[in-house]
């Protein structure tokens, strides 16, 4: 139905930058909210930061100041720029849409990339 494709990962020295790109493609009608999750071996998938369709943002405490979301809502594309990055940011990250309609009358859907890997050291 509805597919998320990520790229722009990678490894990059502490203090670089990379910028994040996830492309929804399918039976869209809308999508409410996208996002960014990361996760690290042994621990769970936590938010890193997320938008809405009317520009509303989200940021962990962690990255607020460093990372920013953006959306182009025409193309059904989310992007997270990460800037000074720290090895502690170093894990996979994850695209996620969520309220997704296949149609006018559907119900809400959620929907996850496959992941990218976002490594941090020198």
């Known amino acids: 139905q509805v597919q998320l494709v990520e790229s722009g990962g990678g490894l990059v020295q502490p203090g670089g930058s990379l910028r994040l790109s996830c492309k929804a493609s399918?039976?869209?009608?809308?999508?409410?909210?996208m996002g960014w999750y990361q996760q690290s071996p042994g621990k769970q998938r936590e938010l890193v930061a997320a938008i809405t369709s009317d520009g509303f943002t989200k940021y962990v405490d962690s990255v607020k100041g460093r990372f920013t979301i953006s959306r182009d809502n025409a193309k059904n594309t989310v992007y997270l720029q990460m800037n000074t990055l720290k090895p502690e940011d170093t894990a996979v990250f994850y695209c996620n849409a969520d309220r997704v309609r296949i149609g006018p009358a559907s119900v809400e859907l959620r929907f996850w990339g496959q992941g990218t890997q976002v490594t941090v050291s020198s």
């Open positions: 399918g039976s869209i009608f809308s999508i409410y909210a």
